[in-house]
């Protein structure tokens, strides 16, 4: 619950820091002039930019919850040492290959990337998961 008031709140955030410089923009859109323009139409690029950031991160964060619902760890699960049930797990992916398209799979490799904390081979393995999960 603590996380879903906390993305609430980021997102709530966002919105505001959106709102002040959409009001900024405004501003420089009425001043007129080229560089009134120019700068409005930067502000409106930042603007959108981070509309899409923020939308692309709720819902990476929303299916990966979908996902953490649903996922049991499988019984050949190691607990208690992260670099043992990494290498289970990326051995699975590499040696099976229906687990290529197995959500469940690369979840369990994204778990265990979390656990050791590499968080750009997580998000890599939670995208897998979550592509797979949509097949």
């Known amino acids: ?18 709102w002040g410089l959409g009001w900024i923009a ?40 979908r996902l953490a619902a649903r996922y049991s760890p499988p019984a050949s699960a190691i607990e208690g040492d992260a670099r043992a049930e990494f290498e289970a797990a990326r051995t699975e992916i590499q040696d099976t290959p229906e687990a290529e398209t197995e959500w469940r799979a690369w979840f369990r490799l994204a778990l265990a990337y979390d656990a050791l904390r590499d968080r750009k081979g997580a998000r890599m393995a939670t995208r897998r998961a979550i592509a797979a999960q949509k097949r």
């Open 26 to 65: 405004w501003g420089f859109l009425r001043a007129g002039g080229v560089v009134g323009y120019g700068l409005a139409l930067g502000i409106v690029v930042l603007l959108a930019l981070t509309v899409w950031v923020t939308w692309r991160e709720v819902l990476f964060g929303l299916a990966a919850g």
């Open 1 to 18: 619950m603590g996380q879903k008031l906390f993305v609430t709140a980021l997102v709530l955030i966002t919105a505001a820091y959106c």
